[in-house]
């Protein structure tokens, strides 16, 4: 069993800056992949950005030079900084990863549960 908590959401200014952190924690084996995605209202879900061991991180355009991913693999924790956050950035983030099942030899993907993030204007 595999438990993905996000924190960090919140009501920010348009200009401000929020950090999105989500632990991972269970069975673990190798996570490859964390990445964020958020889903406004009314809208499709979306990947925000994407961060796998040993390769440069991949972010959206609307996000690029205003956001930054990063993990800490020792936490089993990736974190979102979002700086000169926008109104259109309000949504739901979700925490997503990629894990490897070693007694299966497979691939399973997880999803949190989800952090608010609204910016006002």
């Known amino acids: 069993q595999v438990q993905l908590v996000e924190s960090g959401g919140g009501l920010v200014q348009a200009g401000g800056s929020l950090r999105l952190s989500c632990v991972v924690s269970g069975t673990i084996f190798n996570i490859i992949t964390m990445g964020w995605y958020r889903q406004a209202a009314g809208k499709q879900r979306e990947l925000v950005a994407r961060i796998t061991s040993g390769e440069s991180p991949n972010y959206i355009d609307s996000v690029k030079g205003r956001f930054a991913i990063s993990r800490d693999n020792a936490k089993n924790t990736v974190y979102l900084q979002m700086n000169s956050l926008k109104p259109e950035d309000t949504a739901v983030y979700y925490c997503?990863?990629?894990?490897?099942?070693?007694?299966?030899?497979?691939?399973?993907?997880?999803w949190g549960n989800g952090t608010l993030v609204t910016v006002s204007s």
């Open positions: 997503n990863v990629d894990i490897w099942y070693a007694p299966t030899m497979t691939k399973i993907n997880y």
